[in-house]
């Protein structure tokens, strides 16, 4: 079911939605609010690092080609080292080496994943042949 709901948006819609979760994880991440202060679970800050960049490479590979994954797996480690370093300037928030290598991890689990999945046809391919 949710695969369905996964093919039945057009990547447009993939890159809109990609992007307004890249505008919500840095108003989370420069904000006070946390996410895992929540949540009772043994290191559960760098657990939602690795969810929240996974789930921005998942978006991105919905919206864009899969020769560009690669570049989009760069731009958001980029995006999570400026992200920390912007959290430094902070009076709330701190730079941490952890969180940006939770980040990188969440990204290249999501590609590794990404990259075995099998190429699927379109849902009408065969009756275009």
């Known amino acids: ?3 369905k ?3 039945s948006m057009p990547p447009t819609a993939w890159r809109a ?3 307004l979760a890249v505008g919500v994880v840095l108003w989370l991440s420069l904000t006070t609010v946390s996410i895992a ?3 009772d679970v043994w290191n559960a800050d760098k657990l939602v690092h690795i969810a929240m960049y996974g789930s921005l490479m998942l978006c991105f590979s919905r919206g864009y080609a899969r020769p560009l994954w690669p570049r989009i797996a760069v731009g958001l480690g980029l995006l999570g080292a400026g992200i920390e370093y912007l959290q430094s300037l902070t009076p709330d928030r701190s730079a941490s080496l952890l969180d940006e290598i939770a980040n990188l991890l969440g990204i290249s689990i999501m ?3 990404l990259r075995r999945a099998p190429r699927r046809a379109p ?3 065969a009756s275009q042949a």
């Open 123 to 125: 849902p009408n391919a």
């Open 37 to 39: 202060a929540e949540l």
């Open 111 to 113: 590609l590794w994943l």
């Open 17 to 19: 939605v990609a992007w």
């Open 5 to 7: 709901l996964f093919d």
């Open 1 to 3: 079911m949710l695969l």
